[in-house]
């Protein structure tokens, strides 16, 4: 694109360092995911401060980098412009083979990857103005956020209450924190935020503080508090920075994601060390995020990440950070790969620009070097299937070790290709390279056992999970029976209690009686000693009895609660129910639903399941035999929800 075309307010010699820049940024980023995949997994025990910081540094690298890949293009082409001005002005001519251009590398070699840098400097404007619209694009989205935050400060706020203002300080204190930090209720967010950096505010949604227990509120407003004390506004707002920039690289993007889920960890590990308890603390992720979902539930699903939730629970109790998934592998492997192609074709020394034309003699200055290219690590190994006969297994392995690439294929464990540096070996050689073949393969074949071994341990540990929770829910039916129990041993008190209280009256009217026979004494032919002794002794029944009644009224309060919570856990029971049985495709429509679940049967909405169907929800929520759960069950003109007990 001809720069001339516009009438441009800056230098074309400045858009097409810009454009360099954000080329270069590209093969710099692959350097960049190498390095993140690196630190991933040389940090698989370290602490997650440690990785925040270090995946911190690495961001910052890279941008530092890339400003000064910004500076060397700016400097080079101000140097290329400065040569040309001097020969002119010393009113000499030369020909056009003489100045050093940025298509220097495409007209010595001509290949398709230099045709394609040539494209890009002729187009150093056209790449500029994308760039500009897009980044533009995120910059009104940015001033947009800011100004949706300003407005949470002020619009549909309350103050919490005095005594959670003050839990909050004793909190903050004891995490350090000088600056005086706020809590607010607010109808604008779902979930606990901090806005704020010289004025933190802390909003929670409304009835958050007083729908949730009180242990894992405190959890979840240290882990706020956590995030005012590590001072995370400033790292997000330079992340922020970073994404709308390099929005078009990929590493860039990844890197920001696991700074933000490294930075989560962290204050979890704050907030832990204040509450002195793993427990405590996954209870309250746990409880928050189903009240997430039970607020939802008549909306729309909720859309936060479950996997993240379940990955921080995972950390914090087996003490095990994030490892690469397949998808991540996939990726790194790529960078290293794309880097190692740019490397061998920038690697050839080129060759020396040609002399100027005699005469007259003047030195052309040799061309300025071409910015580093990105290095491939020290070893990957890489095992793919190949075709093969039927039957044959086929294995083909990419190593680099000590600067040669090997590319090594094995049939039924046998070594049939070998390639070094892309250089075929004739199979009559293969000796000379044995040891290194076959140390290259036990090495390949360590890390295969140790994924199986890996997977074997996860599997192990889902299967402890699950009868763990088997356990756990015949625990509950359990102890619903007992609430049952409790429940007509509570009724039975009630009816002696009422008993008692009609004996208490009648008692109190029988003294009353004998009361106004004592005071009317004189008209009546009595013995007032024993009257008077009678009344004592009724006095006495009736302050037994209201002992007594004062004693089954404690009871009936302490069955009572126990009946409470063991309605509670048959509802997240019931919840659990209903949530598996829409895993299966059912009970989208909770209005509409109607099942019942015996020993033999279940129904939903009138259709008989599957055995199979059957036999899973049987043995994860029929515990004791004679046991029926139902919802909405309509029998002998009645509706039920819930379990039954049939004799």
């Not at 009595?526 to 009224?553: G, H, I, P, W, Y």
């Amino acid at each position: 694109m001809n720069f001339n075309s516009f009438n441009l307010p800056i230098s074309a010699d400045l858009i097409q360092a810009f454009s360099w820049t954000l080329i270069h940024s590209l093969w710099q980023g692959l350097v960049l995911a190498i390095a993140v995949g690196v630190v991933l997994l040389a940090s698989k025990k370290s602490k997650p401060a440690l990785r925040y910081n270090l995946l911190t540094g690495l961001m910052l690298l890279f941008v530092i980098a890339n400003g000064a890949t910004f500076y060397y293009e700016f400097n080079q082409s101000e140097g290329v412009k400065t040569q040309v001005n001097n020969l002119i002005s010393l009113g000499k001519s030369t020909s056009t083979e003489n100045v050093i251009t940025l298509t220097t590398v495409q007209q010595q070699t001509g290949d398709w990857l230099h045709s394609l840098l040539d494209f890009c400097s002729s187009n150093a404007l056209l790449i500029v103005m994308i760039w500009l619209v897009v980044f533009l694009a995120k910059s009104v989205r940015a001033v947009t956020g800011m100004i949706y935050i300003n407005r949470l400060r002020h619009e549909g706020t309350f103050g919490a209450a005095d005594h959670w203002q003050q839990k909050l300080q004793q909190l903050a204190h004891k995490l350090n924190i000088s600056s005086g930090v706020m809590l607010m209720e607010s109808e604008m967010v779902s979930v606990p935020a901090v806005i704020g950096f010289f004025k933190p505010l802390i909003l929670v949604p409304v009835g958050f503080l007083t729908s949730i227990p009180y242990v894992q509120v405190e959890a979840i407003l240290l882990h706020e508090l956590a995030h005012i004390r590590r001072q995370d506004f400033l790292v997000n707002v330079f992340q922020s920075f970073a994404e709308s920039i390099y929005f078009f690289n990929p590493a860039v993007i990844w890197l920001s994601r696991l700074i933000r889920e490294e930075r989560e960890h962290c204050c979890d590990d704050l907030a832990i060390a204040v509450m002195q308890s793993k427990t405590a603390f996954v209870n309250a992720l746990v409880v928050f995020q189903e009240h997430k979902l039970i607020e939802q539930r008549q909306a729309l699903a909720f859309a936060g990440k479950r996997n993240h939730l379940l990955d921080r629970i995972k950390r914090i109790i087996y003490n095990n950070n994030k490892q690469l998934n397949a998808m991540e592998k996939l990726f790194v492997t790529a960078s290293v790969l794309t880097a190692t192609v740019l490397l061998a074709a920038f690697s050839p020394e080129l060759p020396k620009p040609p002399k100027a034309p005699k005469p007259p003699k003047f030195d052309v200055p040799a061309p300025p070097p071409l910015p580093p290219s990105p290095v491939a690590p020290h070893t990957l190994c890489d095992t793919v299937p190949a075709p093969a006969e039927p039957g044959s297994e086929v294995n083909t392995i990419h190593v680099t070790r000590d600067k040669k690439r090997y590319e090594i294929t094995e049939v039924d464990g046998e070594v049939t290709e070998l390639k070094i540096n892309g250089k075929q070996i004739a199979k009559n050689k293969f000796g000379e390279y044995d040891n290194e073949i076959r140390s290259i393969i036990e090495e390949v074949n360590e890390e295969r056992q140790e994924e199986e071994e890996h997977a074997e341990e996860m599997q192990s540990e889902a299967e402890d999970l699950n009868q763990e929770a088997a356990d756990l829910q015949a625990e509950a039916l359990e102890l619903r029976k007992q609430a049952t129990l409790m429940k007509l041993d509570a009724e039975k008190m009630k009816g002696q209690m009422e008993l008692n209280r009609e004996q208490m009256i009648a008692v109190k009217k029988e003294a009353e009686l004998v009361r106004k026979q004592l005071s009317g004494q004189n008209n009546q032919n009595l013995n007032t000693d024993e009257l008077r002794k009678s009344a004592a002794q009724l006095q006495k029944s009736a302050e037994k009895l209201r002992v007594e009644a004062t004693v089954l009224k404690e009871q009936a309060e302490v069955s009572r609660l126990e009946a409470e919570t063991i309605r509670q856990d048959h509802e997240k029971m019931m919840d659990n129910f209903l949530r598996d049985l829409e895993s299966e495709g059912y009970g989208k429509d909770k209005k509409n639903l109607s099942f019942r679940i015996t020993e033999n049967e279940f129904i939903v909405n009138g259709q008989k399941l599957s055995d199979k169907v059957h036999s899973k929800f049987k043995s994860k929520y029929l515990k004791e035999k004679g046991t029926e759960i139902v919802y909405n069950w309509k029998e002998d003109n009645h509706t039920y929800t819930g379990s039954i007990h049939r004799k």
